[in-house]
């Protein structure tokens, strides 16, 4: 594997859960416990998981948006988790989010060329004259017209504001984009734009993506990587292709099976999933499936299953491999 | 399955909504029709008209600023134009049930599940002179036992739609159930009356996929043990593929492609209808050749003249530039389509057209 840009090591999560009179820790909601992943420069790793797994936490932990409980996060080599003040300012430069809803992501009382503009002038990088060049090659980079540089985001359709949030992460010449479920708030047609933009974006800026989303189409479409998660812990980690061709873990099936394919002649055949995700006590210490899991042995609910390697670059956490 | 009687006909339906800004041509000439058995799915992107066009049969578009320019809806026969506000409420309870996309926000957060499915059981069932509106109204004997009766009918439609241990959890409060939950509510509720049409609108959108798929197992379960016809609402093509024998696309206020699902999954035919397919990921995409429709949705203020797809459309003619837009024309198989291409009969290969004319960068 080539050399790791991100690659984050036993990072948890945990958000203490306050009870009882004097308002004292109780336990704690594990969003993301014990996560180890690895992203080589110039590829993409998808996470997915439903609601709840802990996709966006981890995200905004990479980005120290979130404080991690312990673990490291080693950014081209350097732990992020480790740095504060100018040190951490710097490294986020060089790391930015996209983020799901581009009708709140965006200052509505701020042009677009201000939009744009403001992480160039936070970080001092260009004024004048050349800020405004910059400005201009970004929208041309992102798909839109210097006739919308002085226009206000609401006179836009959500695809055009989602090019508008991805001018202004590209701004600062990020290596590392994380994208929290960029294309589900947009139309297909408009997602399919938007997904060619990021692959093309990708080629010609050699952009390492996190791709955060629950679309396992659209992870299959733009990512090498993928992690599925489920409450706080990546369950099975692979290529994209084999996680499709060769799922593993019961979860991972189960998943895939659930996605509706807009082709009638394939049966559908979902419901070997039966009930909900739901957050577990804090003491639990099996796998973390094991109540939804329709192959669950007495093993499971006991011993949490770690992460094994089934095939080259293939893990899963779980007892039946 | 009959075909006599439609359950739902909408013909030439106009709606305009008056805004601020101008006239919005909403819809522009929807033609639709739903028999008992069929489940319909309405697909189009945002803005297309899909949800005024449900919402014109239980009579629910806003108004002001909507208003009916032309046409007509007819329910079991019945025109819903001409109908007296108070003959509306009676259709909506008894023979109309709506499921919407946000559960969050369709139910009270200030009541329990109890009270309101006790409250909709009794509109729903003709009773709705029980509810607990009144300060002294929940004293009269005669009531308690209709509330009792309400109760336990909700009960029985919260088992029925695989809510876990209803007789406990009906105390529950909405913000104490997971979205997956609160939407079997949603649609406890709306059967309650028995009712003949289910309109949903985006029902699963708000979802995870392994809960989507257990609401839409539901649903069609539900189709067949109520005798429903079902106009679900969506813009997810493969919910459509996997749950609906009928589908209408939608766009920008007029129906341009109509048919059973396998034919037009099969063999789409309206250049909108085979951008939309080509645009979603599937798991044999092939990285870096997902077609885009280019463009965006017109603006329904200045809506371009003729076809309203002709500035998005790869295949676009000088006839498609100007009015009127084209008619339906019918396809074999019972596909109708409205688009130019087809208007002297014949089928023009668009798939490989569109393979040749489809993504030019790269």
Redesign the interface.
Known sequence: MAEALLEIRHVCKYFPIRGGLLKQNVGAVRAVDDVSLAIPAGTSYGLVGESGSGKTTLGKVVLRLSEPTSGEILFDGQDLAALDGRALQEQRARMQMIFQNPYSSLDPRKTVKSIVAEPLVIYGRARGKELDDRVRSLIATVGLRSEHLYRFPHEFSGGQRQRIGIARALALEPKLLILDEPTSALDVSVQSQILNLLLDLQQRLGLTYLFISHDLGVIRYICDHVGVMYLGRIVEQAPVEDIFSRPQHPYTQALLSAIPEPDPERAFQPGEIKGEIRALPSDYAGCRFAPRCPFVMDRCREVDPPLKETAPEHTVACHLF | MSAAEPVVEIRNLEVDFRTFDGVSKVLVGVNLELRRGDILGLVG??GCGKSVTALSVPRLIPMPPGQFVGGDVRFLGESVLEKSPAEMRELRARHIGMVFQDPNTNLNPVFTIEQQMVDACLCRLGHAGAVTTGPFKSWRSSDRELRRQARETAVALLQRVGFPDPERRIASYPHEL????RQRVLIAMSLAGHPDLLIADEPTTAL???????I??LIRELVQEFHLTVLLIT?????????CNRVAVMYSGRVVESGS??RV??APSHPYTI???R?????E?V??T?????G??PNLLTPPAGCRFHPRCPHVMDDCRVDPPPPMFPLEGGTEVACHLYAHGARPNLLVAAEHGG?H??
């Open positions: 992107e945002t997971s979205g997956g939950m995870d996929v392994s809960t989507q798929a257990q839409l197992g813009h997810n093509l493969g919910v459509v593929a996997q749950v699902v396998r999954f099969k951008g939309l397919l645009a979603v990921p599937t798991m995409t990285r870096g997902l077609e885009e429709i280019p965006t949705i993504r960068d790269g």
